[in-house]
């Protein structure tokens, strides 16, 4: 009798013990796959949004608002004339204009967006002339003669579109690599700005290499890929580690038109989220909120067609341009409670 006790103990200590590793397994296979199949906490935010209103200055609809340090800079690449406006982030008064289009020195064929080097100035990229130009703005804003230096050429078989500058030698960058005359596709990598080349991680995504728009945050040491064409966000550490795929409830769903932007914040990702048919597709008025392990925490109705967004550490606050009945506006996060 004790030793029949004794086998049953041992046979229900063995299966526990089973199924305590197939938990287990099961948690470690799937802690990098997160399927949400519904993202219902929405809160509505379009009369938290405050307008800004650069006064006579006319800009382009589908102009892009970048935050820098002191400034705002809004890149209109729509422009016959000037490309890049400068204003003070205080009280949005016009401070300078300059990258004029055009194909003499330090003019732009093909603008890029404005990227913040942590050091009071500015990179700006002309794709047209394979060049990174490199901006100080307290010396454009006050010196009327100012011109930029080359800080690189880049280098056309694997081009940094964005990027998140650290240093010289290391940035995170999305990476788009042309495959023939009119066909290519985006990646992430490592940028080095002093040699002009890129290294592109080994992470490979569910989905095929598409379009998607691209975040970085030195703080957390994060990047993120967020499909254009998938509702899908996948992200991967500074080394090119996968950290996890976020699928949502319309990963499924072919011929969507789904993440136009993001960025992260203090303590989360942000995306614009649009969900429309590719076909026939508006801008964003959605912005989906996860958390640093891809968890999912609200989604912000902006009640505004929504072209881009920029983060402001400082201030803790979204900029946005938009495509509506305003032009840009800002979003204090302090004044919103996720949980």
């Known amino acids: ?25 099961c948690s470690s296979t799937n802690s990098t796959e997160k399927n949400q199949s519904s993202r219902d906490n929405v809160i509505n935010v379009k009369d938290k949004i405050h307008e800004i209103d ?28 000037d490309m890049i406006f400068v204003f003070d982030k205080e009280d949005y008064h016009f401070l300078r204009s300059t990258g004029r289009w055009g194909q003499g020195p330090f003019e732009y064929v093909s603008i890029g967006k404005a990227i913040d080097n942590h050091q009071g100035g500015m990179f700006v990229s002309d794709f047209g002339s394979y060049q990174m130009r490199s901006y100080n703005l307290d010396s454009l804003v006050n010196d009327s003669t100012y011109t930029p230096f080359i800080k690189c050429n880049l280098i056309e078989k694997t081009i940094p579109t964005d990027f998140h500058y650290v240093n010289d030698t290391f940035s995170i960058a ?37 379009q998607f728009a691209f975040a970085a945050s030195e703080k957390h040491r994060l990047v993120a890929e967020c499909n254009t064409h998938y509702d899908m966000v996948s992200i991967v550490d500074f080394d090119g580690n ?27 990702l942000l995306a614009l989220y649009n969900g429309d048919n590719w076909t026939d597709y508006t801008q964003a008025h959605l912005c989906q909120v996860f958390n640093k392990n891809g968890d ?44």
């Not at 690599?177 to 066909?183: A, D, K």
């Not at 949502?248 to 993001?262: I, R």
């Not at 505004?304 to 204090?332: A, V």
């Open 1 to 25: 009798m004790f030793n029949t006790k004794c086998m049953n103990m041992n046979k229900l200590s063995i299966m526990a013990m089973v199924l305590v590793l197939m938990v287990c397994g």
């Open 54 to 81: 650069f006064g006579d200055v006319v800009l382009h609809n589908g102009s892009i608002l970048c935050n820098l340090e002191n400034y705002l800079v809004a890149i209109d690449n729509k422009s016959y004339d």
């Open 174 to 210: 999305q990476i788009t690599v042309p495959t023939s005359v009119n066909t290519f596709y985006e990646t992430i990598g490592i940028f080095n700005m002093l040699t002009g080349e890129t290294k592109i991680f080994d992470f490979v995504p569910r989905v095929d290499k598409q």
């Open 242 to 268: 996968l950290q996890c795929n976020i699928y949502g409830p319309d990963f499924e769903t072919t011929g969507l038109y789904t993440f136009t932007d993001c960025c992260f914040t203090n303590d989360y």
């Open 296 to 339: 999912y925490v609200a989604t912000l109705d902006l009640g505004y067609s929504t072209f881009r967004l920029s983060y402001d550490e400082t201030k803790n606050r979204l900029y946005f341009s938009f495509i509506d009945t305003i032009q840009f506006g800002y979003l204090d996060l302090d004044e919103i409670k996720f949980d």
